[in-house]
């Protein structure tokens, strides 16, 4: 294996001794390196990385293999005497034989473009043979259908295809994916995160390596979040009139919003305020409705109106030693009343 990227200095960074010792023909096709080596048969190199090469697989042909040529997940080979060879390396770790031509010769070289294979080689009737691929199997699209998705949640399908000659290139050519989501193109592979509803319908195109074409028409349901309604109110309890902020807490896909405060108000605002004019205790509910349906979140005994406090004191004068009667109500808490330097009274009992 030699470096060229300085073409006036190659430099050799690794290299592989064949079993034959004897390699007449070379095919490089991403990560492997398809070895012609004579009656070794064809081997199969690693070449991920350059400066260890390692042998992953070996098809032992019948006969000696001279020239080898990689399109799509076959090789060609010109096995000398035992004609042409078609060997499946789809599994570069067993590749197997699935199909030749007698060529009534000796084959020396192979080419490969399009639906043609074109051989040289010598002995009876051959010099240049040109063969036809006339029962490749036609590239077809094998998904029909591609799983549902929901709105922020991480989604992932992968499209399939068979026959042709890959590799294979994906596109979409009408339509459109749901937002957020994107097309690989060159493993078929459908991601991203979606972030609208609805019924997408597309049409994918896959195209193998000598141009073929084949289309289907798919479609991609994205469902809603389910939803989960929740909610706080600022303050919960509190001297009527009592203002109250309630701020909507509710997660999924939200169109409309019902509130019912408990006291016979209602409100279809996202962040209402309301104010209770009565003392009482009151359950408060939320209902959230979407295209997923809806979900109530309902609070129990949650806001809490006090009457205002009140107070009486009598007699409110005298001579020293008069008794005064204190009566009033307050809220639920410490209260200090403050007779000014004279007597001070701490109550902690709402009722009393």
Known sequence: ??????????????????????????????????????????RIVDVSNPSAPKEIGCYDTPGWVNSVYVLGNYAYVADEEAGLRI??????????????????GWEECVYVQGRYIYVAGYGYIFGLL?????????????TTSLPDGKVGRHYMATLSATGGNPPYTWSIILGTLPSGLNLDANTGIIFGTPTDTGTFTFTVQVSDAVGSNATRS?????????????????????????????TDLSA????????????????????????????????????????????TARKTDYIIVFEPPW??????????GTIVTVEGQICPGIITIDFGTYLSITQTDADE
Do not use: C
């Not at 169109?255 to 004019?277: E, N, R, V």
């Open 87 to 104: 060997i499946d390396v789809s599994n570069p770790n067993s590749p197997q034989e699935v199909g030749y031509y007698n060529t009534l």
């Open 1 to 42: 294996i030699i470096d060229v990227s300085n073409p006036s200095s190659p430099l050799e960074v690794g290299y592989y001794d064949t079993p034959n010792n004897d390699a007449y023909g070379v095919y490089v096709l991403g990560n492997y390196v398809y070895v012609a080596d004579m009656h070794a048969g064809l």
């Open 130 to 142: 040109i063969l036809n691929f006339t029962k490749e199997v036609p590239l077809t699209i094998t």
């Open 218 to 246: 798919l479609s991609i349901y994205i469902a809603p979040l389910p939803l989960q309604a929740d909610f706080i109110g600022t303050p919960t309890s509190g001297i009527r009139p009592l203002q109250v902020q309630f």
């Open 311 to 320: 107070i009486t004191v009598h007699p409110i004068s005298g001579p020293v």
């Open 252 to 295: 999924g896909s939200i169109t409309s919003w019902l509130w019912d405060f408990g006291d016979s108000g209602t409100s279809s605002t996202q962040h209402p305020i309301h104010t209770y004019i009565t003392t009482g205790t009151y359950t408060v509910s939320l209902t959230v409705i979407g295209p997923g349906g809806s979900n």
